[in-house]
């Protein structure tokens, strides 16, 4: 995939990217994790924490902070 220099990570289930308002939530997205099994991003808004990692809401796998 071709990225531009000013593409950036977005949640693909509320579509929002670092700085913007959930539309699931209203909260401040304020980081985009990627789902190593799902191979899907998600903000902090839309997965969940579990002590100090982030997981999917679709799978409960620990995702990495890519934004």
Do not use: W
């Amino acid at each position: 995939m071709n990225r531009g220099k000013n593409s950036k990570a977005y949640c693909i289930f509320c579509g929002s990217t670092v700085g913007q308002e959930s539309d699931r939530t209203g909260g401040i997205v304020e980081a985009v994790y990627d789902c190593p099994k799902c191979k899907l991003n998600y903000c902090g808004e839309c997965s969940f924490r579990d002590g100090d990692k982030q997981r999917c809401l679709r799978c409960t796998s620990v995702m990495y902070k890519i934004m």
